[in-house]
């Protein structure tokens, strides 16, 4: 089993007392790879993206090869480095601040033969909407050109802060969904910026764009799972109170996937994903220690 996961992996700074803060590396499809590689036991996971050749995006990668994610498709660049964002914390809700311009992930569609190679044999290709929304409107076209045919998962992640304008947006998750065989929304974004009713309307707009297996995700509420054309509403249980709610999604997203590439089926897998992204949102930071996750969490 492989999965490939493409985007952008970022300098994350969160505070560590007054004043000081604390530097990891962490961005959704890298978090997705995370805790795919934690729940995966076989297999393998490679990370797609660009980092500098300064030696803090050398320990970037060194930091994915201790984690057991692949590196040999990640592109270097000579001059751009790795993006930076700060997490600032309000009653276990996160925002942010970001350096990111310049980042050298905003290149991982430059090479499309690279591209094409990096994901040439998967079992599994992943990428987001925050993917989509760091690339200029032709690199986007050569990413998604070189994931046609294969076999596709896509969280739309809707950030509006990287777009030119919410049409552009909406516009560019809905052609990435074209491509997608997996879709794994949220229900809240989706609702503010397509305007849908009701989750049931979010999974029916990802399903007609050609989606075959959905999971809309509802906030820690009940989910709607699309799978083998049979749709379950899927009770997650009582919610709990966060510490950080960082990565919350993308450990959501990773599990799932291990979950479903060792056979288990989507209603399960949710139910197994929503465990370990139980886990994640009582630990700081993005990323929870490998060690420390319970792979049992259904």
Known sequence: MRLVSIGECMIEMSGAGENLWRSGFAGDTFNTAWYARATLPAGSVDYVTCVGTDPVSQQMLDFMGAGGIGTDHVMRHPTRVAGLYMITLKDGERSFTYWRDQAAARCLADDPAALTAAVDGADLVYFSGITLGIL?????????????????????????????????????????????????????????????????????????????????KNGGGEMLVLADGQTQLIDPGPKVQPVDTTGAGDSFNGAYFSARLQGMPAPEAARYAHGIARQVIGHRGALMPMDQIAKDAA
């Not at 076209?141 to 802060?161: E, H, I, T």
């Not at 979010?202 to 297996?213: I, K, N, S, V």
């Open 136 to 216: 200029t409107a032709d690199r986007r076209a050569a990413l998604l050109d070189a994931l046609k045919g294969q076999n596709v998962a896509f969280d739309p992640n809707l950030r509006p802060r990287l777009w030119p304008d919410t049409q552009t947006m909406c516009e560019a998750i809905m052609q990435a969904a074209a491509i997608s065989r997996i879709a794994l929304p949220s229900y809240e974004d989706e609702a503010d910026y397509f305007g849908d009713a009701d989750p049931q309307a979010t999974l029916q707009r990802y399903a007609d764009a050609g989606a075959t297996e959905i999971v809309v």
